[in-house]
């Protein structure tokens, strides 16, 4: 059984960073594919950013390409979001997920392609 567990979250001004983290336990983290999603309320959730099994490749939604970069550390088991530039429509609860089964270079934006998920960190930015 595989737990994840994000921190790092916050309430932050307009223009402001944050770095999100995601601790794995269970399982064999170097073998997972990780992904941060994002939900706001009265939205659905939305992909985020992606990052393959030994970090080669990455993925990110178009809204927060050049502000938001993904990260993992596997001897650590974990995966960042160091998220900069800060918008108010960025504020939503963080979530990271792990795709158990990833080949090596895969990098997935879509949730169902994730096995689990953490309980999700409020990050809310102030005009």
């Known amino acids: 059984q595989v737990q994840l567990a994000e921190s790092g979250g916050g309430l932050v001004q307009a223009g402001a960073s944050l770095r999100l983290a995601c601790a794995a336990s269970?399982?064999?983290?170097?073998?997972?594919?990780m992904g941060w999603f994002r939900q706001a309320p009265g939205k659905e959730r939305e992909f985020v950013a992606a990052?393959?099994?030994?970090?080669?490749?990455?993925l990110y939604a178009e809204s927060v390409k050049g502000r938001f970069t993904i990260s993992r550390d596997n001897a650590k088991k974990s995966v960042y979001l160091q998220m900069n530039n800060l918008k108010p429509e960025d504020t939503a609860v963080y979530y990271c997920?792990?795709?158990?089964?990833?080949?090596?270079?895969?990098?997935?934006?879509?949730?169902?392609?994730?096995?689990?998920w953490g309980q999700g960190t409020q990050v809310t930015v102030s005009s």
């Open positions: 269970g399982g064999t983290f170097s073998r997972f594919a």
């Open positions: 997920a792990a795709d158990v089964t990833a080949i090596l270079y895969a990098v997935y934006a879509t949730a169902n392609q994730y096995d689990y």
């Open positions: 990052i393959n099994r030994n970090s080669v490749n990455t």
